[in-house]
């Protein structure tokens, strides 16, 4: 589904390059549910954000279903971003003018594809996501967690290929974290979504089914649950956190 090999990407800064990905390599398959972790400034942003189309990478490659990016003109990248991937921002960014259904539809009517099929979509939609009964309030008539439950739906509108998150559990308290990371859970097995999500957090990395470690600019271990349970999982995302930051220490 989802193959970046050796990603490279500096940022000028006057005179001066300064490399961020150094090589970064990883796939996703579909259908799965994939966490990068690690300390700030390793990269993670600037990985999401070549994925996503937003940054070109100065070298390697990144394939969506076998399809390189790096060749691609703007208006098909533009294309890529609306039809076959999905967004889900820490801050939700819905449209405070806008009821929570028609947030939900906005990705189809911007990408010109509005039908009854797209209707009985994002109803469903909201049935999956328990946010039916909500679906003609606004933005500000509603929970942090319902919000982002949006969001959610809002990104699977358009069947995109891939979701990204970043930090979709970032500003929410640990129950309306746990509402969201179950709303990723029923995109995966009720949608057969594929999602790859950037956090800091790793009780939401431990319902994952696998978290790639991200230190200085390239992968430095990647975790697998198995069959392992959550808090297991967890225990053993926190042991491997600890070690790279010992290595990091000089
Ligand atoms: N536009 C930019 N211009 C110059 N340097 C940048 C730019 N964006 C990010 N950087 C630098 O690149 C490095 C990686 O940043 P990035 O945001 O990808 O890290 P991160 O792992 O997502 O960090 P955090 O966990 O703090 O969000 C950092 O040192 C950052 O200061």
């Keep these: 589904m989802l193959a970046v090999n050796d990603l490279q990407k500096s940022y000028r800064v006057g005179k001066t390059s300064f ?4 090589g970064v390599s990883l796939t996703v398959d579909t259908g799965e549910f994939v966490a990068v972790m690690g300390p700030s ?4 942003t600037t990985l999401l954000n070549c994925i996503s189309c937003y940054l070109p990478a100065d070298g390697g490659s990144i394939l969506l279903d076998g399809r390189d990016l790096a060749g691609l003109r703007e208006e098909e990248l533009a294309a ?15 449209l405070d003018g806008l009821t929570v259904m028609e947030n939900i539809l906005l990705p189809a009517i911007i990408g010109g594809a509005m039908s009854q099929t797209v209707q009985a979509r994002a109803e469903q939609l909201c049935q999956v996501f328990g946010i039916g009964a909500i679906q003609n309030k606004y933005p500000a008539e509603i929970s942090g967690g319902e919000k982002q439950r949006t969001a959610v739906a809002r990104a699977l509108i358009n069947h995109p ?3 990204l998150a970043d930090e979709p559990t970032g500003n929410l308290d640990s129950r309306s974290s746990r ?12 949608l057969g979504a594929t999602i790859f999500m ?10 994952c089914d696998r978290v ?24 053993q995302l926190l042991e491997a956190i600890g070690e790279m930051s010992r290595e990091e220490e000089p």
């Design 19 to 22: 490399p961020v990905l150094k």
């Design 41 to 44: 400034g390793s990269g993670k």
């Design 80 to 94: 890529v971003r609306n039809r076959q991937l999905g967004f889900v921002f820490q801050d939700f960014l819905l």
């Design 161 to 163: 290929l891939l979701i």
């Design 179 to 190: 509402a969201v990371i179950r709303s990723f859970e029923q995109a995966k097995q009720m």
């Design 198 to 207: 950037v956090t800091h957090d790793s009780f939401a990395a431990s319902f």
């Design 212 to 235: 790639i470690l991200l230190r200085d600019g390239v992968v430095w271990r990647t975790l697998e649950k198995g069959g392992m349970d959550r808090s297991a999982f967890q225990d």
